[in-house]
């Protein structure tokens, strides 16, 4: 077990936002979290990073919490204005631990090459960031975070932005973590993709949360109970999903 936590509740400054989460997350799990917004996801992911405290329950490391996290954050959180190239991105992946004093070794320099080779990133390496298209920028992200060298990966809202080939070839790269006993959690919208790529999934709405296989969990009661969908968008979902089957209705029932 990487990491366990029963009864938290996460909110600011002793004002809650979401109470009763529990979760568990074992080497090679993939940990889908849905909501609202406004349901507690960023609360949970601060918490998880270790930079806000739960105001109640506590998250427990069987193992010890790892040194490194690996982190990618939203779309809004990155400021392509910044002068680098997609390389230089992707490089500061290995800069854990070295500050700005000591060079990038053999080792992380392989990890680096390999990294831009794996998310298809290798023939536009030099090019600046600010000219990288969505996709190609979630590509390089991709890649820094492949860089880390993380047992535990965090990614919040990965898919924002970026064209359905896009989306597919990061799944099979986070479907490769999985299968390397990389532990993830993933903030996602897209329900089809959790159904395929996640073990489990953490339902958070109206200030609670609900924890189990994503099959179970993710059902149009509990996801109208929770918040997430209204009952006519339930029906039209399951409409669609009769009419034209799971290939074209966007992913397996939910």
Same mark, same amino acid.
């Given at each position: 077990?990487?990491?366990?936590?029963?009864?938290?509740?996460?909110?600011?400054?002793?004002? +809650?936002?979401?109470?009763?989460?529990? *979760?568990?997350?074992? &080497?090679? $799990?993939?940990?889908?979290?849905?909501?609202?917004?406004?349901?507690?996801?960023?609360?949970?992911?601060?918490? @998880?990073?270790?930079?806000? +405290?739960?105001?109640?329950?506590?998250?427990?490391?069987?193992?010890?919490? &790892?040194?490194?996290?690996?982190?990618?954050?939203?779309?809004?959180?990155?400021?392509?204005?910044?002068?680098?190239?997609?390389?230089? @991105?992707?490089?500061?992946?290995? !800069?854990?631990?070295?500050?700005?004093?000591?060079?990038?070794? +053999?080792?992380?320099? /392989?990890?680096?090459?390999?990294?831009?080779?794996?998310?298809?990133?290798?023939?536009?390496?030099?090019? &600046?960031?600010?000219?990288?298209?969505?996709?190609?920028? #979630?590509?390089?992200?991709?890649?820094?975070?492949?860089? #880390?060298?993380?047992?535990?990966?965090?990614?919040?809202?990965?898919?924002? /932005?970026?064209?359905?080939?896009?989306?597919?070839?990061?799944?099979? @790269?986070? $479907?490769? !973590?999985?299968?390397?006993?990389?532990?993830?959690?993933?903030?996602?919208?897209?329900?089809?993709?959790?159904?395929?790529?996640?073990?489990?999934?953490?339902? *958070?709405?109206?200030?609670? /949360?609900?924890?189990?296989?994503?099959?179970?969990?993710?059902?149009?009661?509990? @996801?109208?109970?929770?918040?997430?969908?209204?009952?006519? #968008?339930?029906? !039209? #979902?399951?409409?669609?999903?009769?009419?034209?089957?799971?290939?074209?209705?966007?992913?397996p029932r939910v």
């Amino acid at each position: 077990m990487v990491l366990s936590a029963h009864g938290l509740t996460l909110g600011y400054r002793g004002h +809650p936002v979401v109470s009763d989460v529990s *979760l568990k997350l074992a &080497p090679g $799990d993939v940990l889908a979290v849905v909501g609202h917004n406004g349901s507690g996801k960023s609360t949970l992911v601060k918490t @998880l990073l270790g930079t806000l +405290p739960p105001i109640a329950g506590a998250i427990e490391w069987p193992t010890g919490r &790892p040194s490194t996290i690996a982190y990618l954050g939203q779309r809004t959180e990155f400021d392509t204005r910044f002068p680098v190239r997609l390389r230089d @991105l992707a490089e500061m992946g290995a !800069w854990h631990g070295l500050g700005f004093t000591r060079r990038i070794d +053999p080792a992380g320099r /392989a990890r680096i090459e390999a990294a831009l080779e794996r998310t298809g990133t290798a023939d536009i390496a030099d090019m &600046p960031v600010h000219t990288l298209s969505a996709g190609q920028l #979630q590509r390089a992200l991709f890649a820094r975070t492949m860089v #880390q060298d993380a047992p535990v990966i965090l990614l919040d809202e990965p898919f924002t /932005a970026v064209d359905q080939s896009t989306e597919a070839d990061l799944l099979t @790269l986070i $479907d490769d !973590w999985s299968a390397e006993g990389r532990a993830l959690i993933l903030v996602l919208h897209d329900l089809s993709a959790v159904l395929r790529h996640c073990t489990s999934a953490l339902l *958070l709405g109206r200030g609670t /949360a609900l924890f189990g296989v994503p099959h179970t969990t993710l059902t149009p009661d509990n @996801l109208i109970e929770f918040g997430y969908m209204s009952a006519s #968008q339930a029906e !039209w #979902q399951e409409l669609m999903y009769r009419r034209s089957g799971p290939e074209s209705a966007g992913g397996p029932r939910v």
